[in-house]
């Protein structure tokens, strides 16, 4: 089963006799997080503020943050600025403002 699969499903009984019987259930498929960068480059100049974007697909939501040189990036430094988007059920977008 693929992530593809989370949908709601119904499932249906009927044996001539009315009504019919049904039920709907929504099928949740976990996978491992998808990260897609927009731009695999950057150059901005010395003094110059750069952009980074990521956007993550998981189930369950993943944890997720930027790490520079094996560190965690703290965004409550006034040299960053991260903003988080909800982009649907599983899909957040992460774009953080850096001064280069």
Known sequence: MTRHCEKY????AY?????????VIKVFVEFAPEIYLPHKRIGP????????????TAFPQAVSYWQKDGKTIITSRPKY???VYMEGDNRLTLISLVLA
Do not use: Q, S, W
Request: aromatic share 8%.
């Open 9 to 12: 499903y119904r499932c249906m």
């Open 45 to 56: 100049k010395k003094g110059m503020e750069a952009i980074l974007e990521c956007t993550v």
């Open 15 to 23: 044996n001539e006799v009315e009504p019919p019987a049904f039920t």
């Open 81 to 83: 600025r991260l903003d």
